[in-house]
């Protein structure tokens, strides 16, 4: 039985492209795995805070010394870890913002990078603690094209993820895009040749 996590960050609710395409790799990935568990945290209906002094200062601190407060923000951070640890397979939803990820999903990654946890740093450097099996999925959403072309230096969303779970130890990844959703003659069509085009593998 696989466990399946499912990240959503678009705000857009039903009329999202990036959710539509995410859904469309969850459908995939239970046709394949009958039985597969799916969980979803949603980071538009359960944000996760904006990273302030006293969340660094609790991933910094001892556990010994934490306060009531810190007690909370550890929990939390852990708990949202927990859910990377268990799952088999991670399908993050990332529609394109301003050439970078949602802020919801860089908020989920700050509460996510801990030392000791999804990493940590011995005399090699640093290494990622999340089991190196796991499969990740990235459904990427665009109004323009960043696959290839002049604008794919401005590609700082799929680049990024890939970067964060690399550090964690995820480097099996597999990118699905629908782009050009804001471009005539392209727009009416991509996210259906997207969800198409879906293999798992």
């Known amino acids: 039985m696989k466990n399946i996590l499912h990240i959503i960050s678009s705000p857009r609710a039903e009329i999202s ?3 539509k395409l995410g859904n469309a790799v969850v459908e995939k990935i239970k046709e ?3 039985g597969a568990v799916v969980k979803e945290r949603d980071l538009t209906k359960n944000p996760v805070p904006l990273l302030e002094q006293k969340h660094i200062n609790t991933f910094f601190s001892p556990a ?12 939390y951070s852990t708990g949202l870890i927990a859910e990377l640890q268990e799952a088999d397979i991670i399908v993050v939803d990332s529609p394109m ?17 801990r030392a000791g946890y999804t990493f940590k740093y011995d005399e090699n450097g640093p290494k990622g603690l999340l089991n190196n099996n796991k499969k990740l999925y990235i459904a990427f959403t665009s109004g323009n094209i960043y696959s290839e072309g002049p604008y794919q230096i401005y590609d700082s969303n799929v680049p990024y993820i890939k970067n964060v779970f690399g550090f964690y130890g995820v480097s099996d990844a597999s990118v699905f895009r629908a782009e050009g959703l804001a471009i005539p003659g392209i727009m009416e069509t991509s996210l259906e040749k997207a969800i198409e085009a879906i293999t798992i593998d």
Not at 64 to 73: M, P
Not at 100 to 107: I, Q
Request: hydrophobic residues 30%; without cysteine.
């Open 32 to 34: 394949k795995y009958s």
């Open 97 to 113: 913002y301003n050439f970078s990820v949602p802020a919801t999903l860089r908020a989920y990654f700050d509460f996510t990078s």
């Open 17 to 19: 492209a990036s959710r």
């Open 64 to 75: 010994e010394s934490y306060s009531s407060e810190q007690v909370e923000i550890h929990e």
